[in-house]
């Protein structure tokens, strides 16, 4: 298992969660992060694992620096706008004459790789960061619509515009917007450009393989998932995080692709945290 990949995993779980109405200025501690996601989404192929980590986070009332990256360009009782930094990790590729793991066909397996074998033989996928502009829309305490966009960029010259998605969700919080904590119901469909579906679900013909076609990735529907998450603060020194997600590409033209073996895919994963130092200054931010 590759631990950057447990990172970011766990930076996601907790870029996710909501803001309170306070929160410290300054957190410093330790932590753990697990769970299994699959290599990306429509593959069989999981990562599961744990890992720890060193937490850091800064606060103002309009940006945060640390575990999460993200400035507020407008915020008010209902409309948030927000600007948002994140990793997505690579994804490794078998070698071209690796054989097939037992299971490789069956769409329901989880089957534990620290490599694709369904990519074998095409370059992996390299790192990529993700600058975001994310819209919410709160209706009342506990209904919030959102519509993320993202454009990733890599790191290497061969590869500087990774493409773009766009999203729309639903999430309901069964906790109102003043609590520190968060349960969330939440629904989401995304959508990739060209650019960004060829990236993950495309076959160059130089790279097909007898079972592995050559494939054109168009733009459209990605997905479609539904996630339950929680968010909870134990006292002054613990953090929980935890979320489960489902992902479904069956209505997508992507699921056509050699590359997508399981249209039901899905993310399950864990962060505790123990902050050894709190400020005590405390920073209003609105969820």
Not at 185 to 197: A, D, I, L, P, W
Not at 255 to 265: F, I, K, T, W
């Amino acid at each position: 298992m590759k631990k950057a990949h447990w990172i970011g995993l766990g930076l996601l779980l907790i870029s996710t969660r909501l803001f309170a109405a306070e929160l410290s200025s300054l957190e410093l501690g330790v932590g753990a992060l697990g769970g299994e996601s699959p290599h990306y989404i429509g593959s069989n192929e999981y990562y599961r694992g744990w890992s720890p980590f060193p937490y850091l986070i800064a606060r103002r009332e309009d940006l945060e620096v640390g575990e999460v990256n993200r400035a507020f360009l407008y915020n008010d009782h209902r409309l948030q706008l927000e600007l948002g930094l994140g990793l997505e990790w690579p994804v490794w590729s078998e070698r071209v004459d690796s054989p097939a793991p037992a299971g490789n066909s069956d769409p329901n397996a989880h089957l534990i790789h620290g490599k694709s074998w369904l990519r074998r033989g095409m370059p992996k996928h390299p790192l990529n960061l993700l600058v975001g502009l994310t819209a919410s829309y709160h209706l009342g305490e506990h209904l919030y619509f959102t519509l993320p966009i993202r454009q990733g960029v890599g790191f290497i010259r061969s590869l500087p515009n990774m493409g773009q998605t766009i999203a729309l969700g639903a999430s309901f919080d069964f906790f109102p917007r003043h609590s520190p904590h968060a349960l969330v119901v939440e629904s989401f469909t995304t959508y990739g450009n060209t650019q960004f579906n060829q990236l993950y679900y495309g076959v160059e013909p130089a790279y097909a393989l007898a079972g592995r076609p050559a494939y054109d990735a168009s733009a459209g529907l990605l997905y479609q998932s539904i996630s339950v998450w929680g968010s909870f603060y134990l006292g002054k020194a613990f953090y929980l995080g935890v979320f489960v997600t489902r992902y479904d590409m069956r209505q997508s033209r992507l699921a056509q692709s050699p590359l997508v073996r399981s249209p039901l895919s899905e993310s399950i994963g864990f962060a505790v945290i123990y902050k050894f130092f709190v400020s005590h200054k405390k920073v209003k931010i609105d969820k």
